[in-house]
């Protein structure tokens, strides 16, 4: 018996995640790469990615191993998406001269919010993948002139900011940079394989 996700409980969602559902079974039945895949679900709340990795895993289109693979990318990318997000408005009141106590209290506070939902090592892995697939760098270092090595730029930015907030940063923080580049760095070697295949 083949289980079809109910139309009435996709569509009270919308139109939306009925498209998620339908690319990703696309995909997969395509012999697409999980880059693809997370490439396209990271634009989408997490409750509908939930949903619908849960429907695929019902058809038995999707194993339990490549649907926890594909939400622990998704969840990199949107916690990332998040450091990023707060370093470059850090970057930006502070090349301004406006980083006041009350503005670093701010980011600090909607730091601790993030952290209700992701850990700090996965924001810092996932901060790469925050402007993929445009970039493979994260977005705030596309403001700064950056030359020789961008590992060791984004570490030093990291831990600035941190400073900054008066946070204490994992004390790996290098290697879960490193960690982040070379994931990013696969993934658009995925990436790029699935194009020659279209």
């Not at 109910?6 to 697409?32: A, T, V």
């Not at 060791?152 to 879960?176: C, H, M, Y």
Request: hydrophobic residues 40%; proline residues 3%; glycine residues 4%.
């Amino acid at each position: 018996m083949i289980v079809h996700p109910p139309r009435d409980i996709l569509d009270e969602k919308g139109e939306k995640e009925r498209r998620l559902y339908e690319y990703l079974k696309d995909c997969i039945e395509e012999g697409m790469s999980n880059a693809l895949m997370v490439a396209h679900m990271r634009h989408y709340e997490e409750e509908a990615v939930d949903r619908v990795l849960k429907y695929l895993k019902l058809q038995s289109l999707l194993s339990a191993e490549r649907a926890n693979e594909l939400w622990k990318l998704y969840r990199l990318a949107r916690a990332g998406r998040i450091l990023d997000s707060l370093i470059r408005t850090y970057f930006s009141l502070k090349e301004k001269g406006t980083l006041k106590p009350e503005r670093i209290e701010d980011l600090r506070k909607r730091l601790e919010l993030a952290q209700r939902e992701y850990d700090l090592e996965k924001m810092i892995v996932g901060i790469w993948l925050s402007d993929w697939t445009r970039n493979t760098c994260p977005r705030f270092v596309l403001s700064h002139k950056t030359e020789g090595d961008i590992v060791k730029f984004v570490s030093e930015a990291i831990f600035d900011f941190f400073e900054a907030l008066d946070i204490k940063p994992p004390t790996n923080i290098g290697k879960l940079v490193e960690e982040g580049y070379k994931l990013v760095k696969k993934l658009d070697e995925m990436l790029k394989g699935d194009a020659n295949r279209l």
